[in-house]
T-cell receptor, first 115, second 115 residues
Framework: NAGVTQTPKFRVLKTGQSMTLLCAQD?????MYWYRQDPGMGLRLIHY???????AKGEVPDGYNVSRLKKQNFLLGLESAAPSQTSVYFC??????????????FGPGTRLTVL | GENVEQHPSTLSVQEGDSAVIKCTYS??????FPWYKQELGKGPQLIID?????GEKKDQRIAVTLNKTAKHFSLHITETQPEDSAVYFC??????????????FGKGTMLLVSP
């Protein structure tokens, strides 16, 4: 199992450009999450999904959109990138069941710089 | 919403010493308190977690304690080793009947263990 993978690993954008970050998991998890990590700020939840076709806003959703068309994929979109969106983005997934208490499994992250 | 405070922001210890990281939370409805370890360039990884119906949990050199009344929980690492050097995050959230959890993270503690 690859676990949670993220594409791309690094990206540099100019202000106003758009891009999509892809998260994929092969663990058949129902729940998926997008976080951003900034120095001294910890991890902040952007959007999350509790199943295929569903999405919900987290703590810092402004400027981002998400889609969950397939259970294994969770896409994070930036329609018009701003320097304030320079960050490291982490995707995570989890499931609930007899052998799980909701542990979130994280991907390796995408480092995004907006100039 | 939930607010999680974490202290200290940096912690330096000698190999073999103990390390303690403390967190407080604000939402009395939170019932799930995981701790994540993040090594340089990687995503966070769960190292231990505790539910609100338990006061203490141990796993080899790592232990977590929870005081629901005071709304604080702590991570204890004994006999620290250089490979324990990393950033540690506490988090608080709710495990709902539906199973999924959204987590609010502390801002992290950089632990440095010197040989």
């Amino acid at each position: 199992n690859a676990g949670v993978t993220q594409t791309p690993k690094f990206r540099v954008l100019k202000t106003g450009q758009s891009m999509t970050l892809l998260c994929a998991q092969d663990m058949n998890h129902e729940y998926m999450y997008w976080y951003r990590q900034d120095p001294g700020m910890g991890l902040r939840l952007i959007h999350y999904s509790v199943g295929e076709g569903t999405t919900a806003k987290g703590e810092v959703p402004d400027g981002y959109n998400v889609s969950r068309l397939k259970k294994q994929n969770f896409l994070l979109g930036l329609e018009s990138a701003a320097p304030s969106q320079t960050s490291v983005y982490f995707c995570a997934s989890s499931y609930w069941g007899p052998e799980s208490e909701g542990e979130q499994f994280f991907g390796p992250g995408t480092r995004l710089t907006v100039l | 919403g939930e607010n999680v405070e974490q202290h200290p922001s940096t912690l330096s210890v000698q190999e073999g010493d103990s390390a303690v990281i403390k967190c407080t939370y604000s939402d009395s409805a939170s019932n799930y308190f995981p701790w994540y370890k993040q090594e340089l360039g990687k995503g966070p990884q769960l190292i231990i977690d505790i539910r609100s119906n338990v006061g203490e949990k141990k796993d080899q050199r790592i232990a977590v304690t929870l005081n629901k009344t005071a709304k604080h929980f702590s991570l204890h690492i004994t006999e620290t080793q250089p490979e324990d050097s990393a950033v540690y995050f506490c988090a608080a959230g709710r495990i709902l009947n539906s199973g999924y959890s959204t987590l609010t993270f502390g801002k992290g503690t950089m632990l440095l263990v010197s040989p």
